[in-house]
């Protein structure tokens, strides 16, 4: 079963930069899709970016430009670099690995990590 353990949240300025972490075990690491998503609260969990095996990336159209994932498929970990950080983009953030390159099915879910910018 594969667990993920995201770090990295915090509080920051608008503008300010911040960087998530995802640490990923049980699971072939590099054969699998990932993604970020967020929360807002009384808002739906929302797709914010994903990266397939190969590293092909997507990004929602709120984020494009500022922010970038990435995969480190020795310490099996994926990133998310958070730059020009809005009031909008408080959250709660949860990393998520997909099954294969299939984006219809998750694996698993972390436990979630808190992101909150200040205006």
């Known amino acids: 079963q594969v667990q993920l353990v995201e770090s990295g949240g915090g509080l920051v300025q608008s503008g300010g930069s911040l960087r998530l972490s995802c640490a990923a075990s049980g699971s072939i690491f590099s054969a699998n899709a990932m993604g970020w998503y967020r929360q807002a609260p009384g808002k739906q969990r929302e797709l914010v970016t994903s990266?397939?095996?190969?590293?092909?990336?997507n990004y929602a159209d709120s984020v494009k430009g500022r922010f970038t994932i990435s995969r480190d498929t020795v310490k099996n970990t994926v990133h998310l670099q958070m730059n020009s950080l809005k009031p909008e983009d408080t959250a709660v953030y949860y990393c998520?690995?997909?099954?294969?390159?299939?984006?219809?099915?998750?694996?698993?879910w972390g436990q979630g990590t808190q992101v909150t910018v200040s205006s």
């Open positions: 990266i397939t095996s190969t590293g092909i990336t």
């Open positions: 998520a690995q997909y099954r294969g390159n299939d984006f219809r099915f998750i694996r698993g």
